[in-house]
Structure formats: structure tokens, C-alpha cells
T-cell receptor, first 113, second 110 residues
Framework: DAGVIQSPRHEVTEMGQEVTLRCKPI?????LFWYRQTMMRGLELLIY????????DSGMPEDRFSAKMPNASFSTLKIQPSEPRDSAVYFC???????????FGPGTRLLVL | SQQGEEDPQALSIQEGENATMNCSYK?????LQWYRQNSGRGLVHLIL?????REKHSGRLRVTLDTSKKSSSLLITASRAADTASYFC??????????FGAGTTVTVRA
């Protein structure tokens, strides 16, 4: 298996623009997670899905952030409009369930100017 | 919010030495996991220990869990330059979500 795939790997955009991050989880994994990592706040869970259904989005910072999982092999995290404070590394991870490891993608490094 | 807290924040050792880092948490857990993150990369799962286990080994890694003290330790034996990374503990409780600590940065000097 290729592991969790994320795209793009790097994104530079200007404030106010829409940003879409993409994730393909490991086949057969029922759980998908979106994290954000910054030096100041560490690794934060934004939202997670079980069987394509959002279970907990309490970590989503504000309404500018939205996430979808239209099918078992694809998820998106959208920021609209983007702001400089959104600059961070965004990770997608997938898992077979509780008590199983989470497998992380390589991350998307986002810079909002 | 972070459940696990790693200690120390940073560790510098000579190649071949052992590295030990600790993790403390506040509430009861089902499992505790350790992850490694190399600079600029995603996190990589190292080892999972269940709440009813006390010790687990994987290659040069040894993890202990003391649920009475709400703490865990990760020991890396015979360290190598490739072990230079940040190490995170993560706990999960009844809500399944993993809570990650701030990490311990380990530097292995050649």
C-alpha cells in the first residue's frame, strides 16, 4: 500500500484566497483524521470521520474551515477565506479503529501571505 | 487540549547511548502510543501499549506503562544518528480521539 497520500505537498497563497487540501487514506481504514501542526500550538486534531461521516469537528477553528469525505478513498479540507494565521502543516491520518495506530500522510505545508 | 506531556522537552546524547523520555497524562486511558517525527515529515507510529499491559518491546524500543502513576516511558537503546527526531506520546480515552503531547526532541551526536 502507498500509505496516506496528501496533496499538494506545499501551498503558498495570498490572504483571502480559497485553499483546498486533499487526502487519500489507506484502503480499508474506517477512520480519517485531519490535524494541524504549528510550533506554537503543537499537533491539533481538527476533525475526524468514521465511515465517511464526520464524528467530531470540535477542533475546527472557525467557520472558514470545512471538511468533507464524499467516499471512503477521498477527503478534503477547505479554508475559505484563508488568513496568515492559518499557515501551518496540515496532516491527514487514517486508522483501522480504536486501539490501532494512526498512519500519517507527509503533510501539506501551507503558507498564507 | 493536550493530554500527554513529554519530559524532557529536548535530549542530546552520543551515538550508542540510551535515550529515555517520559510521558505523563491526566485521565484514564485505553491505550497509549508513541510516535516519531523526523524533520519535515509526518508522524510514524512506533509502538502501542494497552492499559492492561506494563511493558512492551519492539526492536531497540522499550515502552513501560504505569497506570497508577499515569505515566509511560520510552527507552531507545544503542541510539543511532537516524534516531534524531521528535517523539510524541498519544493517549486515547472513551472518545477515541488521540491526544498528543508537545514532544521530546532527541538529537543523537555522531
Amino acid at each position: 500500500d502507498a500509505g496516506v497520500i496528501q496533496s499538494p505537498r506545499h501551498e503558498v497563497t495570498e490572504m483571502g484566497q480559497e485553499v483546498t487540501l486533499r487526502c487519500k487514506p489507506i484502503s480499508g481504514h474506517d477512520y480519517l483524521f485531519w490535524y494541524r501542526q504549528t510550533m506554537m500550538r503543537g499537533l491539533e486534531l481538527l476533525i475526524y470521520f468514521n465511515n465517511n461521516v464526520p464524528i467530531d469537528d470540535s477542533g475546527m477553528p472557525e467557520d472558514r474551515f470545512s471538511a468533507k469525505m464524499p467516499n471512503a478513498s477521498f477527503s478534503t479540507l477547505k479554508i475559505q477565506p484563508s488568513e496568515p494565521r492559518d499557515s501551518a502543516v496540515y496532516f491527514c491520518a487514517s486508522s483501522a479503529g480504536q486501539g490501532h495506530p494512526e498512519y500519517f500522510g507527509p503533510g501539506t505545508r501551507l503558507l498564507v501571505l | 487540549s493536550q493530554q500527554g506531556e513529554e519530559d524532557p522537552q529536548a535530549l542530546s546524547i552520543q551515538e550508542g547511548e540510551n535515550a529515555t523520555m517520559n510521558c505523563s497524562y491526566k485521565t484514564s486511558i485505553n491505550n497509549l502510543q508513541w510516535y516519531r517525527q523526523n524533520s519535515g515529515r509526518g508522524l510514524v507510529h512506533l509502538i502501542l501499549i494497552r492499559s492492561n499491559e506494563r511493558e512492551k518491546h519492539s526492536g531497540r524500543l522499550r515502552v513501560t506503562l504505569d497506570t497508577s502513576k499515569k505515566s509511560s516511558s520510552l527507552l531507545i537503546t544503542a541510539s543511532r544518528a537516524a534516531d534524531t527526531a521528535s517523539y510524541f506520546c498519544a493517549t486515547d480515552g472513551n472518545d477515541y480521539k488521540l491526544s498528543f503531547g508537545a514532544g521530546t526532541t532527541v538529537t543523537v551526536r555522531a
